[in-house]
């Protein structure tokens, strides 16, 4: 194995051209210790313009555009390739309900989910079918809703300061804020800690439960500023897969990331799709590939961005009817439910291959 990588390295130092002529060894290589240790050669990626990313590989240079499919070696020491990043998005089902607003659903397998609107929740499928429905004794509607990694539903309650559990069609409160702080936004992470979005006197902390226990808040950079702006609006929260808190603050208009200590690595504020209107995010999700997926009310589309690449822009998907879209989810097959409160519609969208 050393020996190959050494004659790799060499090849991509000074025989471009036969890299592009390589045959593979592979069955000549079996019998490969399981702890060799070997170093690799680096490579580094960054950003050109706005829709090309550039990967380096010593001399070996790709670049990944949206425009079309383009080889071309002219120069022995740039190879450069264009991929298409583009996807058409498709609807493959239009749920119409009786239920209004649909600010809020929260996928519970690969063809249900639990919608809120006003003090109920309701689990539909993909056909339309209501298969369960809960009152909840909120004063006003719930703040938002979740699911557990064991399929149970939880909401957040501002008025009585307590995220809620449903067991047995009853509510019952898993958490209590602290005193004056009101829940909103929720997310249930992949390690069954709980994100919260608490408010007071219209600033915001995002803060992360075990249990019933506080264990890291979010609020302020590493200047002393806060990260998120004052105002009445619900932070939407999603983590991503490298444990990034992904952040719809609608409140100043921004999608924010910070990572899993909380300090910022990004801020994306929608002028890279270059709309009509000013950028409205409301809710978010992150999907498989770590892509952040964000609902924009006015501009009646969803931004799709790329995490490893600073919140660059990756397309919109404003193909599908999606008429002031709101809430937002993502099904275990990987497709979007999206709620449209001015039709009391949800849409089923595949929008990756």
Same mark, same amino acid.
């Given at each position: 194995?050393?020996?190959? %990588?050494?004659?790799?390295?060499?090849? !991509?130092? %000074?025989?471009?051209? @036969?890299?592009?002529?390589?045959?593979?060894?592979?069955?000549?290589?079996?019998? %490969? *210790?399981?702890? &060799?240790?070997? $170093?690799?050669?680096?490579?580094?990626?960054?950003?050109?313009?706005?829709?090309?990313? =550039?990967?380096?590989?010593? *001399?070996?240079?790709?670049?990944?555009?949206?425009?079309?499919?383009?080889? *071309?070696?002219?120069?022995?020491?740039?190879?450069?390739?264009?991929?298409? !990043?583009? =996807?058409?998005?498709?609807?493959?089902?239009?749920?119409? #309900?009786?239920?209004?607003?649909?600010?809020?659903?929260?996928?519970?397998?690969?063809?249900?989910?639990?919608?809120?609107?006003?003090? =109920?929740? #309701?689990?539909?499928?993909?056909?339309?079918?209501?298969?369960?429905?809960?009152?909840? +004794?909120?004063?006003?509607?719930?703040?938002?809703? &979740?699911?557990?990694?064991?399929?149970?539903?939880?909401?957040?309650?501002?008025?009585?300061?307590?995220?809620?559990?449903?067991?047995?069609?009853?509510?019952?409160?898993?958490? &209590?804020?602290?005193?004056?702080?009101? +829940?909103?936004?929720?997310?249930?992470?992949?390690?069954?800690?709980?994100?919260?979005?608490?408010?007071?006197? *219209?600033?915001?902390?995002?803060?992360?439960?075990?249990?019933?226990?506080?264990?890291?808040?979010?609020?302020?950079?590493?200047?002393?500023? !806060?990260?998120?702006?004052? @105002?009445? /609006?619900?932070?939407?929260?999603?983590?991503?897969?490298?444990?990034?808190?992904?952040?719809?603050?609608?409140?100043?208009?921004?999608?924010?990331?910070?990572?899993?200590? @909380?300090?910022? $690595?990004?801020?994306?504020?929608?002028?890279?799709?270059?709309?009509?209107?000013?950028?409205? +995010?409301?809710?978010?999700?992150?999907?498989?590939?770590?892509?952040?997926?964000?609902?924009?009310? /006015?501009?009646?589309?969803?931004?799709?961005?790329?995490?490893?690449?600073?919140?660059?822009?990756?397309? =919109?998907?404003?193909?599908?009817?999606?008429?002031? +879209?709101?809430?937002?989810?993502?099904?275990?097959?990987?497709?979007?439910?999206?709620?449209?409160?001015?039709?009391?519609?949800?849409?089923?969208?595949? /929008?990756?291959?």
């Amino acid at each position: 194995m050393i020996r190959t %990588i050494q004659f790799n390295d060499q090849n !991509l130092t %000074i025989n471009t051209p @036969g890299f592009l002529s390589f045959r593979s060894t592979l069955k000549e290589e079996f019998g %490969i *210790r399981e702890n &060799s240790h070997v $170093r690799c050669s680096l490579f580094d990626t960054k950003i050109v313009k706005q829709d090309k990313y =550039c990967v380096e590989i010593k *001399r070996i240079r790709v670049l990944l555009t949206k425009d079309c499919l383009l080889l *071309r070696a002219a120069d022995p020491s740039c190879i450069l390739i264009s991929i298409d !990043l583009s =996807c058409t998005a498709k609807v493959i089902a239009t749920i119409r #309900t009786q239920y209004q607003p649909l600010f809020r659903i929260a996928c519970r397998r690969k063809d249900s989910a639990w919608i809120s609107s006003n003090k =109920c929740i #309701t689990l539909v499928d993909i056909k339309g079918n209501v298969h369960d429905t809960v009152t909840t +004794p909120c004063q006003h509607l719930p703040q938002d809703i &979740s699911v557990t990694r064991q399929k149970e539903m939880i909401y957040s309650d501002s008025v009585s300061r307590a995220i809620k559990i449903i067991k047995c069609d009853k509510s019952k409160t898993l958490i &209590s804020t602290p005193w004056k702080w009101e +829940p909103l936004g929720l997310y249930c992470t992949k390690s069954e800690d709980i994100l919260v979005n608490i408010r007071k006197n *219209r600033k915001h902390r995002i803060v992360r439960y075990r249990g019933k226990k506080i264990i890291q808040e979010v609020y302020k950079d590493k200047s002393n500023n !806060l990260i998120f702006r004052k @105002g009445s /609006y619900v932070l939407m929260l999603a983590e991503n897969n490298n444990g990034d808190i992904c952040v719809s603050d609608l409140n100043a208009e921004l999608v924010v990331v910070v990572n899993r200590k @909380g300090g910022v $690595r990004f801020r994306y504020d929608g002028a890279q799709a270059k709309r009509r209107k000013s950028f409205d +995010p409301r809710c978010i999700v992150t999907d498989f590939r770590s892509q952040i997926i964000v609902t924009d009310v /006015y501009n009646d589309c969803l931004h799709i961005l790329d995490q490893n690449l600073n919140g660059s822009l990756l397309r =919109c998907v404003d193909n599908c009817g999606l008429y002031r +879209p709101y809430g937002l989810c993502l099904d275990d097959k990987g497709r979007l439910w999206v709620g449209l409160p001015m039709t009391n519609e949800i849409k089923v969208i595949e /929008y990756q291959t």
